[in-house]
């Protein structure tokens, strides 16, 4: 079965400095998914980032980008600025095309605190 | 807003009774996931359902049950409650034709008192 490991259970940033949160995974599989969420004290789970595992290139969304390293298993979020907002638990998680047998995998969860 | 939604948001009940939670996919999706999210646990998968038939099966109990409509909102059927039960229920769905990505609804908090 795929692991994926979220070795910093609390992390704290300054407002506006830079933050990378930690994930590494553990699979035989060539192709798959690789997702950040992040969820907000209302608990809701919302999409941050994704990553195609056939594509070298790493993903960027506005302030958020990954460091997607294949061979290593690892796949980091950079959070760029950060913002009061940004104040959540972060999970990394994978999966496999079409869910695979085990639907998303997630991590422990990062709690990303945000210094004023 | 992920264009999942789920009801009820929050359900208090007793042990050994019975409750269903429900979901309602993304417009067009036809895949629902169903997830569990507890202190102890984390998030755990529980189910997948693809247009109307189970499609994988994770670390969902025997008391657990779950079913896909034809209009394609599932439910989650939870019997023989115990304290152990309490959690956070996440419905996700996704179209599984362009990207895989899951999109979560708000949850359902159950608590068995």
């Known amino acids: 079965a795929q692991t994926v490991t979220q070795s910093q259970p609390e992390m704290s940033v300054q407002e506006a400095e830079t933050v990378t949160l930690s994930c590494t995974y553990d699979?035989?599989?060539?192709?798959?998914?690789l997702f950040w969420y992040k969820q907000p004290p209302s608990r809701q789970m919302i999409l941050v980032i994704r990553?195609?595992?056939?594509?070298?290139q790493n993903a960027t969304e506005n302030r958020f980008s990954v460091n997607f390293q294949k061979a290593a298993k690892s796949f980091s979020l950079k959070i760029s600025d950060s913002q009061l907002g940004d104040a959540a638990m972060y999970f990394c998680a994978y999966t496999l095309p079409g869910g695979g047998a085990d639907g998303l995998t997630f991590g422990k969860g990062t709690h990303l605190i945000i210094q004023p | 807003d992920s264009g999942v939604t789920q009801t009820p948001k929050h359900l208090i009940t007793a042990t050994g009774q019975r409750v269903t939670l429900r979901c309602s996919p993304r417009?067009?999706?036809?895949?629902v996931y169903w997830y569990q999210q507890s202190l102890d646990q984390g998030l755990q998968f529980l189910i997948q359902y693809y247009n109307g038939e189970e499609r994988a099966k994770g670390n969902i109990l025997e008391r657990f049950s779950a079913q896909q409509f034809p209009d394609l909102h599932s439910e989650l059927n939870l019997s023989s409650l115990e304290l152990g039960d309490s959690a956070l229920y996440f419905c996700?769905?996704?179209?599984?034709?362009?990207?895989?990505?899951?999109?979560f609804g708000p949850g359902t908090r159950l608590t068995v008192l």
């Open positions: 990553q195609e595992a056939y594509k070298q």
């Open positions: 417009s067009g999706d036809l895949s």
């Open positions: 996700a769905s996704n179209d599984r034709g362009s990207t895989d990505t899951q999109y």
């Open positions: 699979t035989s599989e060539s192709d798959y998914y």
